[in-house]
């Protein structure tokens, strides 16, 4: 049974022991009605509200959420360049991320699992989806973070033994020095030119 599964179950027992208490609230008075009505209004809510949050929040972790909105389209298309300098689609096609959490796992400071002020901008996020619009062009909140390349590569032997990274490897891991903005890694998404290229088409 899937967790899902489980969920809908356990909000259809709430639902119907719910319903017997309001139609008959006389079964309250004694010990065991006063024990499923506490089961019935208080512990399965709980659980049923807990174990939506976190199927949502596994949910928002997949590479199909983030694309769900409109406005990120272009940003799923990029993933299909077939251009090794495009460094996302580079990572995606060669499953040096997983495919499913792709954003997730590139992003991971950007998400309702980051700091404070990432939960800020979520909320800011679903404001502008759903009320202001979204502000264009979309950009970064602030320069990506070199954390987020090292938490994958920082220990790989083909990154510590090329001379390049072992040369600036102080000033990569204090962010002093950018992997994206500094010459060797600058080709990112580049939405603004996919009508420029070539895609990959996966069998």
């Excluded at 208080?42 to 949050?53: A, D, H, K, Q, T």
């Excluded at 090329?162 to 990112?188: F, K, M, W």
């Amino acid at each position: 049974m899937t967790p899902l599964a489980i969920l809908i179950v356990f909000l259809i027992v709430t639902i119907v022991l719910i319903a017997v208490i309001v139609a008959m609230p006389g079964v309250t008075r004694t010990q065991g009605g006063k024990v499923l009505a506490f089961l019935a209004l208080f512990i399965l809510p709980s659980i049923c509200g807990w174990s939506g949050f976190d199927q949502h929040m596994e949910r928002a972790k997949t590479t199909q959420f983030c694309l769900s909105c409109h406005i990120m389209e272009p940003w799923g298309r990029s993933l299909h360049v077939d251009d090794k300098n495009y460094l996302p689609a580079w990572h995606f096609q060669n499953n040096r991320v997983p495919r499913d959490h792709a954003c997730f796992t590139c992003h991971t400071n950007y998400t309702m699992y980051g700091d404070f002020n990432a939960k800020i901008r979520g909320f800011h996020h679903v404001w502008a989806q759903y009320v202001t619009g979204p502000k264009l062009p979309i950009h970064l909140y602030e320069p990506y973070n070199n954390r987020e390349c090292l938490h994958c590569h920082g220990e790989a032997r083909v990154f510590l033994e090329n001379p390049i990274h072992s040369a600036q490897i102080d000033d990569l891991r204090s962010n002093t020095v950018s992997c994206l903005s500094s010459g060797c890694h600058d080709t990112i998404h580049n939405t603004g030119h996919l009508d420029e290229v070539k895609f990959w088409k996966p069998e």
